[in-house]
């Protein structure tokens, strides 16, 4: 199998191409923005691409003939969707399509993985939790309105045109290596530098009664890999755990791992103006297609994400 990963300089994308060059044994073409850097230490070939360049993706697809393609390719940062507006729509919207045009034109069907957010379903309701893929979705911010877009042209063009595409809502993922933009790796970062005495012992924290669904970005992948083979083109799947926990149970056990003595404290700027209390993925039927179990607990995804911080 020939897969080709769209935008595999990011979190994820790293992942993604381990999984697929030394579980799947899979040949594994990358594309990347200029700008950036990916380690070339493993059997891939890398390319520079922007997708807001449809002639060069078509080009690529010509050069490569992949049967699989993860589009991951984002502007993937809620805040910075405030903060530029455009460009996420350019990205996250333009950005598909041209791929998805890109694809039309081709002389075979290769089959399209669109990741998408489970921020999508926005403000759920109660008797919503656990979220099913066909609740309705209210996006609740500018970068989620753009992702359900995205899965909303998903649908139309592998109906339309009969184009193999399967769409994924991926809940929060964690571990290692993720900006410290996010809530977990924010924690881990802080508690190793007070650790390392880098800054004084009190920790920074926001909202701590949100329920979010986490799971580790290694299977988050594998799930990546098992639903382009075997998930149904035109169907969305939620990828989760399928249970929520409170940041506050999650930050109990990152400081349970440390031997500081360590405060907690609200930060203000860190309190999210609009925020869902619950948010747990129903993945009924992401197990149904493919079987897939969480392998890696939340315990060992903090200690990894630790480590790596206590090590950087
Ligand atoms: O924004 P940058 O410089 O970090 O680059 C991101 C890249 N990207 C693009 N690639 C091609 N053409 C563009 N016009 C373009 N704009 C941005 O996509 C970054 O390297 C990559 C996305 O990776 P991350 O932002 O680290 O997202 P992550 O966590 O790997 O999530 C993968 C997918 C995304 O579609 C998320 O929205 C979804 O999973 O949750």
Not at 243 to 255: H, V, Y
Not at 299 to 310: A, P, Q, V
Request: charged fraction near 25%; include cysteine; glycine fraction near 6%.
């Amino acid at each position: 199998m020939k897969a080709l990963v769209i935008g595999g300089a990011g979190f994820v994308g790293d992942y993604l191409i381990n999984h697929l060059t030394d579980d799947c044994g899979w040949s594994v073409a990358v594309t990347k923005l200029e700008h950036e850097k990916i380690e070339n230490d493993r059997n891939i070939s890398i390319y520079d691409l922007d997708i807001l360049n449809k002639e060069s993706i078509l080009n690529l697809l010509l050069n490569i003939k992949p049967d699989y393609i993860f589009h991951l390719a984002a502007q993937s940062s809620v805040s910075l969707s405030w903060k530029n507006p455009s460009l996420t729509v350019d990205v996250n919207i333009k950005g598909s399509v041209n791929l998805l045009e890109a694809v039309r034109e081709l002389n075979y069907k290769p089959r399209i993985m669109l990741i998408g957010s489970g921020e999508e379903y926005g403000h759920i309701l109660p008797s919503e939790t656990p979220i099913e893929e066909n609740t309705i979705t209210r996006p609740g911010n500018i970068y989620a309105a753009t992702k359900a877009c995205q899965n909303m042209l998903g649908k139309v063009y592998a109906d339309a045109y009969q184009m193999d595409i399967v769409m994924v809502r991926a809940f929060n993922h964690i571990g290692p290596k993720q900006a410290p933009l996010f809530v977990v790796a924010d924690f881990c970062k802080q508690v190793a530098e007070i650790e390392m005495s880098l800054h004084e012992p009190i920790l920074m924290v926001g909202n701590l009664s949100a329920k979010r669904d986490f799971t580790d970005v290694r299977d988050v992948v594998r799930a990546y890999s098992l639903l382009i083979q075997n998930g149904k083109s035109g169907e969305t799947y939620n990828v989760g755990s399928g249970t929520a926990i409170a940041i506050e149970e999650i930050l109990k056990k990152i400081l349970s791992y440390s031997k500081a003595d360590i405060e907690v404290k609200i930060d203000r700027n860190k309190l999210r103006p609009v925020d869902v209390p619950i948010i747990e993925a129903d993945i009924q039927k992401l197990q149904d297609c493919t079987g897939w179990e969480r392998t890696i607990d939340l315990d060992k995804t903090i200690m990894d994400n630790l480590e790596y911080w206590r090590d950087t």
